[in-house]
């Protein structure tokens, strides 16, 4: 029996890479975001590599508590398990704190923090009644530790899940559930050959990053052999945020 991944954020740049990634390494991977569409497209690329049978899509809106547990219930139904679960869904909405609305506010933590709970919540559900237990990531970013302006909601929402991080962890350990955070640096999604050299000198690397990375380094802490790694988190940002930077 194949073991199960959910990855939410499905469709984005990080989203479409942890698809891969796990479908690679062996997993049947469920796979959901907020577009349908999105999630046909990703659906139709992917199957031009993969069984179509080793992937589900389901929609779901993050901040809809009802979606989260039909879309957890689905999956269980479709695979009869959940191993790994991958909180990757997440935005930001840059705007002054004098005119962010609370209705802004309140969109961006309960996709990408209170999401995230209520996700943990339903997968672990499942997992703690299957003798292997189980696996949990979230997506943070370094953006929970250092910030630019005008980014409160979405930098709150990510020190939240740093915390979180810690807290599940103590919570589910007695159900063999680890629970782990991987914080993000610079990950460009786009058109990689656009950036400069000074965009890659930023970095201790000498290069910006790529969702690969970020893939790499939750494989790493879903790998059920290393159950011994929990509450913990990696930052994956080429040494960025402990550089040390001089204007002369």
């Not at 199960?4 to 740049?13: E, F, H, K, N, Q």
């Not at 009869?80 to 309140?106: Q, S």
């Not at 910030?147 to 962890?169: I, V």
């Not at 782990?180 to 930023?202: A, F």
Request: aromatic letters at 6%; a negative charge.
């Amino acid at each position: 029996m194949k073991p199960v991944a959910l990855i939410t954020g499905a469709s984005g740049g990080i989203g479409r890479q942890l698809s891969k990634s796990y479908l690679e390494k062996g997993y049947a991977v469920i796979l959901t975001d907020v577009d349908p569409a999105d999630l046909e497209r990703l659906s139709g690329s992917l199957a031009t590599e993969f069984d179509r049978e080793s992937f589900h899509i389901v929609p779901a809106d993050l901040r809809n508590p009802q979606d989260i547990s039909a879309m957890i219930q689905s999956g269980k139904d479709r695979y009869g398990r959940i191993d790994v679960l991958i909180n990757n869904a997440g935005f930001g909405i840059t705007k002054i704190p004098y005119e962010l609305t609370w209705e802004e506010w309140d969109s961006v933590l309960n996709t990408n923090l209170r999401g995230a709970f209520l996700c943990s919540r339903e997968a672990a559900s499942v997992m703690r009644n299957q003798p292997e237990g189980g696996s949990i990531v979230h997506i943070a970013s370094t953006r929970a530790m250092m910030s630019e302006p005008h980014t409160e909601a979405y930098a709150a929402s990510k020190g939240g899940l740093l915390a979180l991080t810690h807290a599940l962890a103590a919570s589910l350990a007695p159900d063999r559930i680890t629970v782990n955070c991987i914080s993000p640096g610079w990950i460009e999604t786009g058109d990689y050959t656009q950036l400069r050299e000074e965009d890659h000198q930023q970095h201790w690397s000498g290069r910006v990053g790529r969702p690969e990375d970020v893939a790499r380094a939750c494989l790493y802490l879903t790998d059920p052999t290393n159950d011994f790694v929990t509450g913990a988190n990696i930052v994956v940002d080429g040494g960025m945020t402990k550089k040390m930077i001089y204007e002369e």
